[in-house]
């Protein structure tokens, strides 16, 4: 192979072999630790006709106390030293010790440690600089009397959770008030419709919640349905006939948008009792995406409920239910969706729940952190969910399907409390 060496041949054809005593004359001896080359002729086991000479272990020592000697000589400590050389050749045991004396005057170490000593004496058990000026700008700005612990952290009990998004959700819900202002209907778009009016809308949401509540569909999805409904009505005109298919096709979108197992359309044209094909169906589903330019993906009421039900401490199952109560009487009224944005209207369900369970204090500190609002920004929110409440109880047509659904065992019967609790409440603020 090409990395074996070429072996020159003898002429006669023999195998030339190395000069063995030649080589041995240049090799460095590897057992020789100084690797000195052996003398001519000695061959690999030749001796060294000049050994090193190594100091041996005292010399090292009698080299080492001579260092210290002349180290000692500037230290002006000759007369110890000499004594040790006097006497043989130091060991670790006869190490030069100097005296307490000496440690505390020429000792680094010594000195340092005083030091730390000296600091430790000084150091005082009491309020830090920081917190003393912390303090007084309080005072100062007139916030030092709120106890520190009047606003709750909600979401302490979900660190742990993953579910929960711990480390985004006061994000989140900051850009969802932000972005609140473009997915909500602000204007009063029944001026532009012809064959329409707000009853008309306040019962086929009414439909549409009997609808939801009979294929047990998620909150999420009723509350995108309403916000697509009011969307399309407001930049669009829409015939009296064509009224529920609009309603049946903004459906089928929130459900395929916000459901695991959507309905399917057989079963909204069944529940519509065969009013329109297959093909309408899918025709206005088709529109309606394109009106919206396949913008779903809006804060509605039903996002900003959980976190304002969350921060209504206590916030048991009775609560949950009048919150979502009050919010849905509110869904239905075409006045109160055009003028209240989705984070004041769930806002002021949850301080009309509060109102109606006779939680005290009707608006704390903390549902005040996380929703934004004081209490006099919510006073004319709560005293129309206050009246749609008295109008439900009375059987009021427009808000039957809600008062039936909250009525029921599993729902708390909510609505079957009675509403001069909070009238009583509106009257003493």
Known sequence: MASKAAVPENPQ????????????????????????????GGGIE??????????????FGVQLLDN???AAEKNNCKKLLAEKVNAGVPMKSDAVKPTIDEVIVISSDESGSSKRDKNVRLKKPGKSLTSTLTARSKAACGIANKPDDLTLDIDAADVNNELAAVEYVEDMHKYYKLAEKDGYVNDDYMHGQLEINAKMRAILVGWLIEVHRKFELMPESLYLTVNIVDRVLSIKTVPRRELQLVGIGAMLIACKYEEIWAPMVSD???????????EQVLRMEKMILGKLEWYLTVPTPYVFLIRYIKASVP?????????????????????????????????AAVYAARCTLNRTPLWTETLKHYTGYAEDELMECVKMLGSFHSEASEKDEKFKAVSRKYSKPERGAVSLLPPSIINLALLKI
């Open 268 to 278: 909204f044209i069944e529940i519509s009792d065969n009013a329109y094909t297959s």
């Open 315 to 347: 916030a048991d199952k009775e609560m949950e239910n009048m919150a979502f109560f009050y919010a849905e009487l509110g869904l239905v009224d075409y006045s109160t969706v055009i003028k209240y944005s989705p984070s004041k209207l769930s806002a």
């Open 46 to 59: 030749g001796k060294l006709q000049n050994p090193v000479s190594r100091p041996g272990p005292r010399l």
């Open 13 to 40: 054809g023999g195998v030339k072999q190395k000069n063995v005593q030649a080589e041995g004359r240049t090799r460095k001896v590897l057992r020789d630790i100084g690797n000195l080359v052996p003398p001519q």
């Open 68 to 70: 210290a000697q002349a």
